[in-house]
């Protein structure tokens, strides 16, 4: 005889909320579409481990699925028409893809904006020098990461230098299975006694983060530093640089292993830089399936928001709004600011960036009742910031009632979200920089294990949801 729920039970299961894993609702047939998903977002994830490469990566699939750079529609004299697909990229390292809508710019644009920088090393201007019969690399790291997480791993280095007579040479040396790697070096426990007893933030310092580049001596007994002397002569050989060269070079270290499944039952994805490039290509693959849409979609990815989305290529910049008045003047000749304006107040924005997993091995933290689990869906966190909501952006009541209304008819699993503890932490992401334009804004992304690690931990559930996600809000009338 089955057990029967009483009333109370009942009443309960109605009236209470509460997370679902996602796994337990889908069939296999869908499961099978999420493994299908997560197998092109690993390969993407190997080919873009910069945003230079994101960019790359991304404009070839543009191209592919029959978007138009937004400067050749500007060149040929065309109106924009409903379905025609745009795209922009700023200085190689932001990129705006558009689908225009059937209504006008004015009565608003659906935006998914998720940042394509991730916490890594750079290369100091002046990098190269020789000591101990080794030549180094100094750096520069970027973003927030934990400094010890990145010594004695296998290191790639990716990046672009611009040689004195202008000529451009992209540099990427350690992915390749017949490649050399490159690492930074760690002190072996023996010795170690002192650094054990210091803080894990000092363990490892800034300025002790050098890139081992070689040690193989010039065959010249009067050169004094005799390997660098072979490196400069290797690089020249190869790449045809001279030291000066690193001058005008932007050159990134970041792990040289691929994307790999991780588990017994290949459940999760485990890679560099998934924070935020999990959010980004979910964005950029449901903007490149679309069609038709009511109002305009925009999938904003820019650069530099592991540093406070400064610069020409952040979302501090002035790039998306530029991109925006571009599709005003192609639609309405008699284009003002106003027109702008108006079209920034009316538009809505998902946030699509990541937020911290519970983890079993570090969960106090988290306040577990107001935190995200991995496996349960999409995770939408209505503010950001740190202790009282400095530094947030704070979504209203009425969007996030919107989007609970659209998520739920389109049946994406859902779940909220803050990040950490009140005065445990805190971050933020470029939805303020958005809000602050008069636009409707909520973060909303996938939940990661050892985010601004080396090797950070999604669900590939929670991956696949997302992207349906996007692709409902850019379709939403």
Known sequence: MENKKSEGQKLFDKLSYKNENVWSKISEKDRD?????????KKFLDHAKTEREFAHEAEKLARKNGFIALDEIIKSGKKLTPGMKVYQINRKKSMILSVIGQKPLTEGVHIVG????SPRIDLKQNPLYEDSGMVLL???????IKKYQWVTIPLALHGVIIKENGESIDFKLGEEEDDTVFTITDLLP??????????????ITGEGLNLLFGSI???????KEKVKLNILNILHKKYGIKEADFVSAELEIVPSFKAKDVGLDRSLVGAYGQDDRVCSYAALQAILGLDKTQNTAVC????????????????????FENFLADLLVLENENYNDLLLRKTLSNSKMLSADVNAAVDPNFEGVQDKRNACYLGKGLVIQKYTGARGKVGASDANAEFIGELRRLFNEEEILWQTSELGKVDQGGGGTIAQYLANLGIEVID???????????????SKVDIYVSYKAYQAFYKKN
């Open 33 to 41: 579409k999420v493994f299908d998903f997560c197998e092109g977002y």
């Open 217 to 223: 001596p010039y065959d010249d007994e009067k050169v």
């Open 138 to 144: 100094k750096t520069h790291y970027y973003g927030g």
């Open 114 to 117: 998720a940042h394509i920088d």
């Open 444 to 458: 909303c992304g996938v939940a990661v294990l050892s985010m601004h690690s080396p090797f950070e931990v999604t």
């Open 300 to 319: 904003y990815l820019p650069d530099k928001e592991e540093i406070g989305s400064v610069g020409n290529t952040g979302a501090q910049s002035r790039f």
């Open 190 to 203: 023996h010795l170690a006694a002192d650094q054990m007893q210091k803080k894990m933030s000092d363990g």
